[in-house]
């Protein structure tokens, strides 16, 4: 059961471009959404995050832009870079228990940075 | 400083084995989560431990356990395994169980 859909599946942008990824999620007890990136061989490691009442974040190239309404985030990546290829991946957290959390991923976007 | 630790990096097993995983957390984090990620997919939560507690479990059969100890390392069990759980196992600590999550290496295990 998939509860935050990613699109796309791959990207592949020429250096000095602008990414984007898109995520969406049905399960409105979400209430944080974090983005991960992971390079091959590695675990995923944290970018940039957003709470639900913000509608935007940027964080140096990085911004997650963020419709509670329509329950959609993306990431942009402004002047994408080689060294940016990898995989992302959106997620979005939920109460467990007590303050216990759950990581719940999409499914990734592999992005490639043509030089 | 040390982030998060795993053991061994990489594992090959025979359907039936069982096998176990471990995981260090960053130095002062008191709760690790464990999270299975098969090729070309996101990871998916297993567990969550906090204060040697099971504070949280994903969908996943009872073949898998997990156990944290005093020093908060933690061990992921998995019984009979089963072809299908060849997967990137992460394991990713976090200062209390509601705070950020930081990923280990993770293990790559192989049944064959």
């Known amino acids: 059961q998939q509860q935050v859909k990613q699109s796309p599946q791959s990207l592949i942008v020429q250096k000095g471009g602008i990414s984007i990824i898109n995520c969406a999620y049905e399960n409105t007890a979400f209430d944080y959404f974090p983005w991960y990136q992971q390079f091959p061989g590695k675990g995923p490691a944290l970018l940039i995050a957003i709470r639900p009442d913000v509608s935007e974040k940027k964080e140096g190239r990085f911004t997650i832009s963020f419709n509670k309404s329509a329950k959609q985030f993306s990431l942009h990546i402004m002047d994408s870079q080689p060294g940016d290829s990898a995989t992302y991946f959106c997620?979005?957290?939920?109460?467990?228990?007590?303050?216990?959390?759950?990581?719940?991923f999409g499914s990734g976007t592999q992005l490639t940075v043509l030089p | 400083d040390a982030g998060v630790t795993q053991s061994p990096t990489h594992l090959i097993k025979t359907r039936g084995q069982h096998v176990t995983l471990r995981c260090s957390p960053i130095?002062?984090?008191?709760?690790v989560s464990w999270y299975q990620q098969v090729l070309g997919q996101g990871p998916q939560f297993i567990f969550q431990y906090y204060e040697k507690e099971e504070r949280g479990r994903g969908n996943f059969p009872d073949r898998f356990s997990a156990r944290q100890f005093p020093n908060y390392s933690s061990e992921l069990n998995v019984n009979a395994l089963l072809l299908g759980d060849s997967a990137l196992y992460l394991c990713a600590s976090s200062l209390g169980p509601g705070n950020e999550q930081y990923f280990g290496p993770g293990t790559r295990l192989t049944v064959t």
């Open positions: 997620a979005a957290t939920s109460l467990l228990s007590g303050s216990a959390r759950q990581l719940t």
């Open positions: 130095s002062g984090h008191k709760s």
